[in-house]
């Protein structure tokens, strides 16, 4: 893995969503503007911004034309993560050298984590649950114990391709960041090494 040099550090910050607005995108604007406040250089790349990230360098809307945002549902989800994924792995080679780590969720996290390995950028992709297998077998069982069907489309309701996605992001990048001890556990049952597992908190 790629050392990190001492702080402050300069961090791409990638959010493949609206930064700012309610549930996770919340949690991303804490991060952010939490990592700013430390002192550390933080360059903002998210689809939108529903409001101001205080103490960035910069933010750059990945998913807006001509001033205006398009809507993850108007190009399709998946579209949306992978072209906001490719713009900021571009942003990386763009600019080798100009920062030492990029942070990373999940559904955009491939292209990036290679780009960041190429250019000597330490990659860390947030993972704001259990593993993700780990949280299919639980709804599956508890569903059959209650006598209920899995909810169509929910995101713990068994899917192999977004679940194969989330494996190829755990293993590209050089750190997967998890919530708790309980989180960290359900990785390492799964296979991910100990090494390569950061425990922090939210809130």
Do not use: K
């Amino acid at each position: 893995m790629t050392r990190l040099p001492a702080a402050p550090l300069r961090v791409l910050y990638s959010f493949p969503d609206t930064i700012g607005a309610a549930g996770i995108g919340t949690t991303a604007w804490n991060q952010a503007t939490g990592l700013a406040g430390l002192g550390h250089e933080v360059h903002v790349y998210a689809t939108a911004a529903a409001r101001d990230v205080p103490g960035a360098a910069e933010v750059v809307t990945t998913l807006t034309v001509a001033g205006r945002r398009i809507p993850h549902l108007a190009v399709g989800r998946a579209r949306a993560y992978r072209r906001h994924d490719e713009l900021v792995a571009r942003a990386l080679r763009h600019g080798p050298g100009s920062f030492d780590v990029v942070h990373c969720w999940p559904r955009a996290t491939v292209q990036t984590a290679a780009a960041a390995r190429e250019t000597g950028v330490v990659s860390v992709r947030e993972a704001p649950n259990t593993h993700t297998g780990y949280a299919y077998e639980r709804v599956a069982e508890e569903t059959a114990r209650l006598g209920l069907p899995q909810p169509e489309g929910h995101s713990h309701t068994d899917d192999a391709e977004p679940l194969a996605l989330e494996e190829r992001e755990y293993a590209a990048t050089d750190l997967v960041a998890v919530p708790s001890e309980f989180s960290l556990r359900t990785f390492v049952e799964r296979g991910v090494p100990a090494e390569r597992l950061g425990l922090h908190q939210y809130g």
